[in-house]
């Protein structure tokens, strides 16, 4: 068979391909459409990764880091696998969840292989916290070095929990920002450079110049003290990707020229007078929810594409430990007193409303993935309520994620542009119902 | 322009290294050197990379000023300060530098940290190593670092690291989820061992699944260290690794599959986490279904063993009568039932530690009759 002729071969020459060839394609969720596979080339990668590596985390051969991050997500594939293993490290590989069987675990994995570093997600922390430090303080974590954080922006609170209770006050938090596009570290706060404090990202690595620009005329800000969006012009990062797989035009049109000659990554941030960063969220919809990007879109025509519903619009709603939440709005086929008959609803238990919303919280699960159900909550609106929208078909998003999280005054501002202003009234009297008949 | 470059490898990497301690990082530079110097009489290498690894520095031609401007230099090889404030000032430095000059910036530290197969030939005299153009008004975006230069990852992130002596040093911990009735499972790859792994896979690769140099390979992969030998045996082989995180569901798996144009894919029996069981094998072949239905089919497979309670294993079965019979022991009497029985033709062998289903003329359902046993 031909697995024993591998047994035998001698090992497998290796190919040396240009810096530019393709290493790997990741898929990552857009604020449109389908999925996008982001294209890394090797050489660029290579060196970006394993010299943030080295200068985030203060890495030489030998040393032990514990990235918690799944490897199906960029910073598996970077700080996990590549960054350690091109610096000679220890890459402790964690299969299971930071909370099993106890709060402990995380900690415990620390002393037991004497970890240097820890990088891990502010949903993480914020998650452990919630538990209580006893689950920390009872263990040593003297091997620990270095604490990185990455996935969102870490509020100040759990900073301070990350900072005090576990690295008890003594070791740096590293901070980074980067995206599945960047392949590697872009902002962070470089271990005992310049002044730490809560819930600031920090510095540009070297060789990148983030702008912040103005949201609605696409101009620079300059100087300290501005908000907007978080682009990068050049020079480039050498991890930058290269191209969206099969799709340059989509590379072209969703990253570069939303604002011409820069890189828009879609989230904001602020820069202070230090010239510091801090990275304040997503602007556009795509949803951070445990870490996870979720697009807004996916989710939606997943939802459309449940038998009971013919439109959906999914936002985001705050969330204490998850950062974000999926909340749902969708539009039933027929109207529900029609499908009270309907035998699969039918049961002495639940009402037809919440059968509803468990198919359609398996749809997702189905779809995507179990991460992406809306667990902030799915609001069912009759048919011919309608989703408010712009002339040209856009989701009015804002006023949407108002409700969602529980405004129902019916005071969103100016509303001139909203094609079908009568819908917003209609779900809330929904979302009014909904509340009552949860309570 | 010739790229700059400074006169001892060694002093680059210390130089700009912040450290929390000082004094270790000067000891972390030390050793370093020790087992670069040791690094000639190892036994265990590839020609070429040692090749590259004895060229002496001088070879490379005068060092210029550069980010190490004199003063910065004498200050860091002596003097290491923990005061934030002057680590501030450092990182602004090495900053402007790198901003101003980013292709020479990049160019040495590709330079002098990675291996190239014509390391010498390019950075030496390679003056554009690095361009991008953000504005599509001008012309067709586009990044680009080191063209032209020849590199891999698999042999930089191993081979790089056995010759300088770290063999033996342990390169992946895994730590497993110790749920789901499952023995408890620590193991340990060392680099040589990470090497040997995935290069039987790579073999594998090319020989069975006939992968050649750009073709995309799904890996449906959990958080095992199988996902680091199939990444570094994609790598070694140049071919294009495309992971899906393991939380995906059949369709959106199906979609990352076709998307990619993969014909090979690299798969778990099962996911484990917070002492739960997830049957990655069902997804897949739901997965290769939905492929199946819209047009695109897998042609190879492979997938890696990791059932409960079963590392090491040496008894598996490996023809389909014993697998039948199996069954039948496992239920009580009963016979498997038809649609499975004409499925699998899959054999499985214990492969250095992993276990393989080698599944070349497989139908849909062959995972699901080997795991459901």
């Known amino acids: 068979m031909a697995l024993d002729e591998q047994e035998s071969r001698p090992p497998p020459v290796t190919i040396w391909r240009d810096a530019e060839d393709p290493a790997f394609i990741l898929y990552t969720s857009g604020s449109t459409g389908a999925p996008k596979g982001v294209v890394h080339v090797i050489g660029g990668y290579m060196v970006h990764v394993g010299e943030t590596m080295k200068e985030a985390f203060n890495v030489k051969a030998g040393d032990v880091t514990f990235c918690t991050a799944d490897v199906g997500w960029i910073t598996g594939h970077s700080y996990l696998v590549y960054g350690p293993l091109l610096n000679g490290c220890t890459s402790i590989l964690y299969e299971g969840k930071p909370d099993y069987p106890n709060a402990s675990r995380l900690w415990e994995i620390c002393d037991k292989y004497r970890a240097k570093v820890l990088y891990t997600a502010p949903t993480v922390i914020r998650s452990l916290k919630k538990q209580g430090d006893e689950w920390v303080t009872k263990t040593k974590r003297d091997s620990l070095e270095i604490l990185g954080t990455v996935g969102e922006p870490i509020g100040e609170s759990a900073w301070t929990w990350f900072h005090d209770v576990v690295g008890e ?27 730490q404090k809560p819930g600031r990202c920090g510095l540009p690595f070297y060789g990148c110049i983030p702008a912040i620009l103005d949201p609605q005329t696409g101009k620079e800000l300059d100087g300290p003290n501005v908000e907007g ?8 990062l050498p991890g930058m990707f290269r191209d969206i797989y099969k799709n340059h035009e989509r590379y072209v049109k969703s990253y570069f020229q939303e604002i011409d000659g820069y890189y828009v990554s879609g989230d904001g941030a602020r820069r202070d007078e230090d010239g510091q960063y801090y990275i304040t969220g997503r602007v556009d919809d795509v949803i951070n929810c445990s870490g996870h990007r979720i697009g807004t879109a996916e989710v939606e025509n997943a939802l459309a594409r449940n038998v009971f519903v013919t439109e959906a619009a999914v936002v985001g709603i705050p969330s204490e430990i998850k950062g974000q939440e999926l909340f749902a709005f969708c539009s039933l086929r027929e109207d529900i007193q029609f499908l009270k008959e309907k035998a699969e609803l039918k049961s002495s238990k639940y009402t037809p409303e919440q059968l509803i919303v468990r198919d359609l919280m398996d749809t997702c699960a189905k779809e995507i993935g179990s991460f992406a159900k809306p667990t902030g909550g799915i609001l069912l609106l009759q048919p011919g309520t309608g989703i408010p929208k712009t002339r040209s078909g856009k989701l009015v998003r804002r006023v949407l994620r108002k409700i969602a999280k529980g405004d129902l005054t019916g005071d969103f501002g100016d509303l001139s542009a909203v094609a079908n202003p009568e819908s917003i009234q209609c779900i809330i009297q929904a979302k009014k119902k909904a509340n009552e008949a949860e309570n | 322009m010739t790229l700059m470059l400074p006169a001892s490898s060694t002093t680059t990497t210390a130089v700009f290294r912040s450290s929390s301690s000082g004094r270790r990082k ?12 040791s690094s000639s009489s190892e036994k265990e290498t590839q020609r070429r990379a040692k090749e590259e690894e004895e060229v002496p520095p001088s070879v490379l031609g005068p060092s210029h000023a550069t980010i190490h401007s004199s003063s ?3 200050e860091t090889i002596e003097v290491v300060t923990d005061d934030p404030r002057e680590q501030l000032k450092r990182y602004q430095e090495k900053y402007r530098y790198s901003i101003r000059h980013p292709g020479a910036f990049w160019a040495e530290l590709a330079y002098e940290n990675y291996s190239w197969e014509n390391r010498d030939e390019f950075f030496k005299h390679n003056e554009h190593n690095e361009r991008e153009n953000f504005d599509a008004r001008k012309g067709d975006v586009n990044v680009e670092f080191f063209k032209g230069a020849k590199t891999n990852l698999a042999y930089n992130c191993l081979d790089r690291n056995i010759e300088k002596g770290l063999g033996d040093a342990p390169a992946i911990i895994f730590e497993s989820d110790e749920g789901f009735e499952r023995e408890k499972r620590c193991e340990t790859l060392t680099y040589l061992e990470l090497k040997e792994k995935s290069d039987k896979l790579a073999n594998h690769l090319i020989y069975v699944c006939n992968v050649k140099p750009g073709d995309v390979v799904v890996c449906y992969l959990p958080m095992i260290p199988e996902v680091v030998v199939t990444m570094m045996a994609c790598a070694r082989i140049g071919a294009v690794h495309n992971v899906v995180f393991a939380g995906y569901s059949a369709e959106a798996l199906a979609k990352r599959i076709i998307d990619s144009e993969a014909k090979v894919l690299v798969s778990a029996a099962m996911s484990y986490r917070g002492g739960k069981a997830i049957e990655l094998f069902k997804i897949v072949a739901e997965a290769e279904k939905i492929c199946e239905i819209q047009g695109h089919r897998i042609e190879e497979r492979v997938c890696h063993f990791n059932l409960p309670g079963s590392e090491p294993h040496t008894d598996w079965p490996k023809e389909k009568a014993e697998i039948l019979a199996a069954y039948k022991q496992r239920h009580g009497g009963n016979e498997m039932s038809p649609a499975w029985t004409d499925a699998p033709h899959g054999i499985m062998r214990p492969y250095y530690g992993l276990y393989l289903l080698e599944s070349r003329k497989l139908t849909l359902t062959y995972n699901s009759l080997l795991f459901l046993l």
């Open chain 1, 169 to 195: 006050g003594k070791l740096p938090i590293v901070d980074t920002w980067w995206q599945t596009e960047t392949g590697g570290h872009v902002i962070l706060s470089l271990p005992n450079v310049g002044e």
């Open chain 2, 26 to 37: 000067n000891h972390g530079a030390k050793r370093m050197l020790r087992v670069r110097a």
């Open chain 2, 72 to 74: 910065v230099e004498k």
């Open chain 1, 229 to 236: 969006l978080l682009a990068l012009k050049p020079p480039a």
